[in-house]
T-cell receptor, first 112, second 111 residues
């Protein structure tokens, strides 16, 4: 059963703490993406990767970092430099050369 | 600047009352327009891709159409389970794998 999984579903961050959100896909897609969704706003692109060991900043990369060591995995770290991290984080993937993006179920990050 | 605007922001209908949602875009060299459905607390679910003006696609009670400047999502005889936020997105002119999303239309169908 192919798809995208994100974990955890809810994540709590303390002041000054880095946290990592997991994203795994078994669709054999080359490209993967991270978006942030805030109430009343559209999805905003944080980072994307078109191939293993390569990734590019999106529109709001400050305070975030990513890695792409495996084709199926694209973890996102929310660092302490991100001052307003409370949001719904969505991971997506697409086939190389195609543009239809498929989304995971999301992780809601809350600050304690 | 690449931009996507959806209207209305929210729409409340009675069950069986047909209507349309609008997605207007400004991007040069359109390479597709995507519609997604998003339920509260969940990730967007892909519905349709439209590539050229005049194209139409249907799925159950939904039909998406595309012109050179906008797309419509027509919903015919909706049911309460059609309640969701509907998002549209277009690939950017620079970097087609990067999508620009509209803010969505929150649709509520009352029984």
């Amino acid at each position: 059963d192919g798809g995208i999984t994100q974990s955890p579903k809810y994540l709590f961050r303390k002041e000054g703490q880095n946290v990592t959100l997991s994203c795994e896909q078994n669709l054999n897609h080359d490209a993967m993406y991270w978006y942030r969704q805030d109430p009343g706003q559209g999805l905003r692109l944080i980072y994307y990767s078109q191939i293993v060991n390569d990734f590019q900043k999106g529109d709001i990369a400050e305070g975030y970092s990513v890695s792409r060591e495996k084709k199926e995995s694209f973890p996102l770290t929310v660092t302490s430099a991100q001052k307003n991290p409370t949001a719904f984080y969505l991971c997506a993937s697409s086939m190389s050369g195609a543009e239809t993006q498929y989304f995971g179920p999301g992780t809601r990050l809350l600050v304690l | 600047e690449d931009q996507v605007t959806q209207s209305p922001e929210a729409l409340r209908l009675q069950e069986g009352e047909s209507s349309s949602l609008n997605c207007s875009y400004t991007v040069s060299g359109l390479r597709g327009l995507f519609w997604y459905r998003q339920d509260p607390g969940k990730g967007p679910e892909f519905l349709f891709t439209l590539y050229s003006a005049g194209e139409e696609k249907e799925k159950e009670r939904l039909k998406a159409t595309l012109t050179k400047k906008e797309s419509f999502l027509h919903i015919t005889a909706p049911k309460p389970e059609d309640s969701a936020t509907y998002l549209c997105a277009v690939p950017r002119a620079q970097g087609a794998q990067k999508l620009v999303f509209g803010q969505g239309t929150r649709l509520t169908i009352n029984p």
